[in-house]
């Protein structure tokens, strides 16, 4: 023994020469396999194999292996072979290209005197795949341990996006994925963002700020996107709302400053039609939708909204879903229902467009939030949420503009792994994979929160939620006084005898945000629901039992209407 480790025993090979396995016979490939099945996506070292040989072969056999291997890859393929310090049975074979390594793991397990042959995987320590960048921790949104938000409430871990895992892999973006920033313009020099800015070849280097259309896109100098509010190729940030999404979908990872986004790489184009105060026209949102796709953006995230039904904008939106286009759009700010009350462009009934709420660091709907069951997609984090703002500065900011580019990046980091998917496979992968939570299932078609890696894998968490087809009305009217009184903590019990489940649905809510609640509560009180502000046409969620309670507190100002019960659900 030396240093607790045992002697080798004497090798069988102690340097091949490839020269003589180049020289040596050759017999065909038998059909046994070896128990490996090759994995390769797995992180290992370029281009390197461990080969293990079954017991008592010697050095013609292991020989002829690696002169058959030559033969299936090319004579200079193989760089060298050497085995491991400790035991001479396994090998490390180190190939010329990495892009062999599948093949010449097939090779090897068709050998009848190899036992193993698989990458040589690369290993960390628990932490890997955390970035070094200096506020990372303020970022709960992809890494949630349980860290107070900045409002000092504390999380819940794992009520994330779930990205760390691909990132463990070496998954963390590339700058072969352009996405489209529709909104305030983009800080194009923010030390976070600027090595992720787009730069349109066609208009750059020499040509740049040269008056022309060196492209012919119809742009002039339009090397970093276009300003639609100015109509200049000045797309710069004069808000900082663009600039703090695009530090969530593309801050640079691992660069020690700032913050990390869902992909460390990645192309961003800034398009700005929204002024300095945030407010821009129909004009200027089709323009920037039409000139980001003439540029082939993969992905536009759209945190912004308002307005009416208009069939230009939808024309306009429906062209991209004809290209291919993935388009996320923010599900909007007034805890409105999206399925009785649309709002544009997130409910466009068109097929590319992923409509997203927001949540908090506790995977709570934000109180803001609009929802639907059927009409907003997916939620993700959208409350208090740290990011990169404008003169080279972080903020944190919260709505569902804040959610939408975490979608929007996760949608990139998918497209830079498997750049063949379509619209439709990323949109359903976030909605069939997202992670079940509770006070989500009525709120998102998903029934919970985006999860990157399940997104990946296509993991679907099992649901024990009850069937939706079996749920039954009656008509039951339940009101507060309209005003309600003040300092209120009072309790109205809803029943229907017999019930394995039981849900309400509220004409309408209307208390005092953030100081007045109506409570969805088990009759053991605990509290499955806690609505506050303004709500219409809302069904809650369910408790099990045939009776719930219903909770109106309030504090000692602002006597506002209250709430009103219309009808009941059930199932026996």
Known sequence: ME????????????????????????????????????????EHVPGQIVVK??????????????????????????????????????????????????????????????????????????????????????????????????????????????????????FTGSRNVLVAVIDTGVQWDHPDLEANIFTNPGEAGELANNQKDDDNNGFVDDVHGWNFVNNTALSSDDHDHGTHVSGTIGGVGNNGTGVAGVNWEVSILPVKFLDASGGGTLQGAIDSINYARLMKAQIMSNSWGGGGYSAALEKAIEATRDAGIVFVAAAGNESNNNDSNPTYPATYPIENIISVAATDNRDGIASFSN?????????????????????????????????????SGIAALLLSIHPEWS?????????????????????????????????LNNIVPPSNEPDESLWKDEAMVVESEHPYKEKLNQEFVIS?????????????????????????????????????????????????GDQLKIRLKTDNSVNAYGFKIDKIQYIE
């Open 3 to 42: 240093n607790g480790i045992s002697k080798p025993r004497k090798k069988l090979l102690t340097a091949l020469s490839l020269t003589a396995v180049a020289g040596a016979g050759v017999f065909a490939a038998s059909a046994f396999s070896s128990s490996y099945q090759p994995q390769g996506l797995a």
């Open 371 to 407: 929802y639907g069951a059927r009409a907003v997609h997916v939620a993700a984090p959208g409350v208090k949420v740290y990011s990169t703002t404008k003169d080279g500065r972080y903020d944190t900011f919260s709505g569902t503009s804040m959610a939408t580019p975490h979608v």
């Open 423 to 455: 619209f439709e496979e990323i949109k359903t992968r976030l909605i069939r994979t997202s992670d079940p939570v509770a006070g989500l299932k009525r709120k998102v078609l998903a029934k919970g929160r985006v999860n990157t890696y399940n997104a």
């Open 53 to 170: 040989f079954r017991d008592a072969i010697g050095r013609n056999a292991q020989a002829t292996v690696y002169s058959n291997l030559l033969n299936q890859l090319g004579s200079n393929s193989v760089l060298s072979v050497k085995p491991l310090v400790t035991d001479d049975d396994y090998q490390v074979i180190r190939l010329a290209r990495d892009g062999d390594l599948k093949k010449a793991i097939r090779t090897l397990t068709q050998e009848k005197s190899v036992e193993i042959a698989e990458p040589n995987f690369i290993y960390r320590i628990s932490d890997a795949g955390v970035p070094n960048d200096t506020d990372f921790a303020k970022t709960w949104g992809m890494k949630n341990t349980g860290q107070a938000d900045s409002g000092g409430q504390e999380g819940i871990p794992g009520a994330d996006v779930n990205v760390l895992p691909l990132w463990q892999q070496g």
């Open 496 to 544: 229907h005898p017999g019930a394995k489940f039981i849900r309400v649905h509220f004409e309408r809510i209307d208390v005092e945000s953030r100081f007045d609640f109506v409570k969805v509560e088990s009759m053991n009180g605990n509290v499955v629901e806690d609505i506050s502000g303004v709500r219409s046409d809302y069904m809650t969620d369910y408790v099990e």
